[in-house]
């Protein structure tokens, strides 16, 4: 909770990750906010009035995904809305902006994000929700410490710092600290 809570405001990529991780675990745990509270958030929440909040915060969670019907696959609103804001700021730094850093970034990238597509059978996702696939994808490999290629490392790493540019454009953008309409090409 509170992790999400940080990391939506100082790194979205982070918080859209993590948020990939929560509803996860609510499905590895069939949505048993026992279980849990009794084998994750005892163990990993140090005092009991900031467990509640876990508790109460994993329960507003469950009924969300429930309510929304992401209990087998997809992801809950909110990451949904972060999606259509990070591909907002992709499409506008790409066609309106024209920033060239990060023209060079997706077309150093693009090759791997259709690789990537294509491998995992990921249909007509946009280049960005495949690069948080791909990412969260090596997180799970990382946590079941299998090697990953140094080809398929040199490929997250490119769909790593695009996204990373794109999140602090983000936070840029909703701060209202830059001015989007402004090509780089002009």
């Given at each position: 909770?509170?992790?999400?809570?940080?990391?939506?405001?100082?790194?979205?990529?982070?918080?859209?990750?993590?948020?990939?991780?929560?509803?996860?675990?609510?499905?590895?745990?069939?949505?048993?906010?026992?279980?849990?509270?009794?084998?994750?958030?005892?163990?990993?929440?140090?005092?009991?009035?900031?467990?509640?909040?876990?508790?109460?915060?994993?329960?507003?969670?469950?009924?969300?995904?429930?309510?929304?019907?992401?209990?087998?696959?997809?992801?809950i609103?909110?990451?949904?809305?972060v999606?259509?804001?990070?591909?907002?700021?992709?499409?506008?730094?790409?066609?309106?902006?024209?920033?060239?850093?990060?023209?060079?970034?997706?077309?150093?990238?693009?090759?791997?994000?259709?690789?990537?597509?294509?491998?995992?059978?990921?249909?007509?996702?946009?280049?960005?929700?495949?690069?948080?696939?791909?990412?969260?994808?090596?997180?799970?490999?990382?946590?079941?410490?299998?090697?990953?290629?140094?080809?398929?490392?040199?490929?997250?790493?490119?769909?790593?710092?695009?996204?990373?540019?794109?999140?602090?454009?983000?936070?840029?953008?909703?701060?209202?600290?830059?001015?989007?309409?402004?090509p780089?090409?002009?």
């Open positions: 909770m509170f992790i999400a809570q940080q990391k939506l405001k100082e790194n979205i990529a982070e918080y859209v990750l993590y948020m990939y991780q929560i509803e996860d675990l609510i499905r590895a745990y069939n949505f048993d906010l026992e279980r849990i509270e009794k084998e994750f958030i005892s163990k990993q929440v140090p005092s009991e009035s900031l467990a509640k909040e876990y508790v109460n915060w994993y329960k507003d969670l469950i009924q969300e995904m429930k309510i929304q019907g992401v209990e087998k696959q997809g992801h609103n909110r990451v949904k809305e999606h259509f804001e990070l591909v907002y700021l992709h499409n506008t730094l790409l066609t309106v902006t024209k920033d060239p850093k990060y023209l060079g970034l997706f077309e150093a990238a693009e090759e791997h994000i259709k690789a990537f597509q294509e491998k995992s059978n990921l249909g007509e996702l946009h280049p960005l929700e495949i690069c948080f696939h791909a990412l969260y994808m090596k997180l799970l490999l990382k946590l079941q410490k299998k090697e990953i290629s140094p080809v398929s490392e040199e490929a997250f790493d490119t769909m790593r710092i695009m996204l990373a540019y794109v999140a602090q454009g983000y936070h840029k953008m909703k701060a209202g600290d830059v001015d989007f309409l402004t780089h090409d002009k």
